[in-house]
Every structure is written in C-alpha cells, then in structure tokens.
Nanobody, 127 residues
Framework: QVQLVESGGELVQAGGSLRLSCAASGRTFRSYVMGWFRQAPGKEREVVAA????????YYPDSVKGRSTISRDNAKNTVYLQMNSLKPEDTAVYYC????????????????????WGQGTQVTVSS
C-alpha cells in the first residue's frame, strides 16, 4: 500500500509555470506506475500525465503535450509535474495516483486503473 501527498498548487497568472510534487510513502515506490490527473468543477477527472516505474515511458494527452513534463525520483519516492505556459483552462484540482505493476506492461491513462490517490492540490490560473 502507498500513501500519496501532493503539493505545489497555487494561484498563477496565465503563461506562468508551476511544479507539482507528489511524495509517496513505502519502500516499493519504484514498483508503481504513477499518474497525474485533474478535475475541474463540473467536469470528469482526466489524465494529465503518466510515467512508468523507471521513468523511461511517459504519456501526455494533447491538451498538455509540449507544456508539461512528468518525472520521478525513485530515491526520493517522489513524482513531479512541471507545467509551463499555463492557461486558465488548466485550472483544476490536481491529483497524484499510483498503481502497482511488478513488471512494466503499459501506462495507465484512465482514473479507474489506479488504486491509490492523493488528496489533491488546487491549481488556479488567472487570465
């Protein structure tokens, strides 16, 4: 089991940048596929990025591709989301998610595929 704690969300102006962090508990962090999701009011939760256990494989939807970078530091049990050129439509609560894969098979992009979630961190982008 793993516990996740996000941080780094704040109010930022359009065009600005943020780096979100997600700290995970436990000794087996390197066995987890990790994802970042977001949920705006009245909208479904959507994937923002995903990363494999080693960090070699990543996924981004078109909405953030080229503006966001997911990375992880397995020695620090932490996954990051660097977001640049932020837009008002990026405003949402951002969640970190984890799911255990002993051996990498594929990245998970649906929230239903993740078993563990953080409490979320608010990102607000003003125009």
């Amino acid at each position: 089991q793993v516990q996740l704690v996000e941080s780094g969300g704040e109010l930022v102006q359009a065009g600005g940048s943020l780096r979100l962090s997600c700290a995970a508990s436990g000794r087996t962090f390197r066995s987890y596929v990790m994802g970042w999701f977001r949920q705006a009011p009245g909208k479904e939760r959507e994937v923002v990025a995903a990363i494999s256990q080693s960090g070699v494989n990543t996924y981004y939807p078109d909405s953030v591709k080229g503006r966001s970078t997911i990375s992880r530091d397995n020695a620090k049990n932490t996954v990051y989301l660097q977001m640049n050129s932020l837009k008002p439509e990026d405003t949402a609560v951002y969640y970190c998610a984890a799911d255990k894969q002993e051996y990498y098979t594929r990245l998970y992009t649906s929230p239903t595929e993740y078993d563990y979630w953080g409490q979320g961190t608010q990102v607000t982008v003003s125009s």
